[in-house]
């Protein structure tokens, strides 16, 4: 049976690489989030500094991953999907600017949960700096990106099972360390927990 994986982490992290990499070790099919449907497009544009009512965005993001989860149903029936950001995404971010987790969690009822999920961490001055050189979006400053770190942390180590993937989570520090050494960890990480997932 297919497998869905989730990439997640602070902005910087190297997810969006690793997260490819993965994909294409895996033959799996490569998504994300926002998407770059037109309600992801909408959602960029505010990220990049539009203004928006926080409970705006939120909603914003769960019908986004309407049609998202959608496509990861049609995609499983042909191979695994690995996605750059999920629904911790939103729980998380929009938790961090002050939204209920018990909205958020209304709003995003029917998100699939996924198999895995793959949390990136890194050093938070180190993700600053890969990021230097790439259009800044309104999360990314080291106060917020720090309550964020927090709060995966957070998820992860409370006894609340909403959206616990079925063979839980992996925690990779990037931090210092080279694309090839990153890849190498998560996917011995993977395979331990998914023995089969390289056929």
Do not use: W
């Amino acid at each position: 049976m297919n497998k869905f994986i989730v990439f997640e982490g602070i902005d910087g992290c190297g997810k969006t690489t690793q997260a490819k990499l993965i994909a294409e070790k895996l033959n799996a099919k490569f998504t994300f989030e926002p998407t770059d449907g037109k309600i992801g497009k909408s959602i960029r544009e505010i990220l990049s500094g539009s203004q928006c009512q926080k409970e705006t965005l939120a909603l914003l993001f769960a019908a986004d991953r309407v049609e998202h989860v959608f496509n990861i149903e049609e995609d499983l029936k042909k191979s695994h999907v690995v996605s750059d950001r999920y629904v911790y995404s939103s729980i998380i971010y929009q938790i961090s600017q002050g939204i209920s987790k018990d909205f958020i969690y209304t709003i995003n009822d029917y998100a699939k949960t996924p198999d895995l999920v793959v949390l990136l961490d890194v050093d938070l001055n180190e993700a600053l700096k890969r990021m230097e050189s790439r259009e800044k979006e309104i999360f990314e400053k080291i106060e917020i990106q720090k309550k964020i770190k927090e709060g995966y942390y957070n998820l992860i180590n409370s006894e609340d099972k909403k959206f616990m993937p079925k063979y839980g989570f992996i925690i990779v520090n990037t931090t210092s360390k080279s694309i090839h050494q990153v890849f190498d960890e998560i996917l011995n990480a993977i395979i331990d927990k998914i023995p089969d997932i390289i056929q």
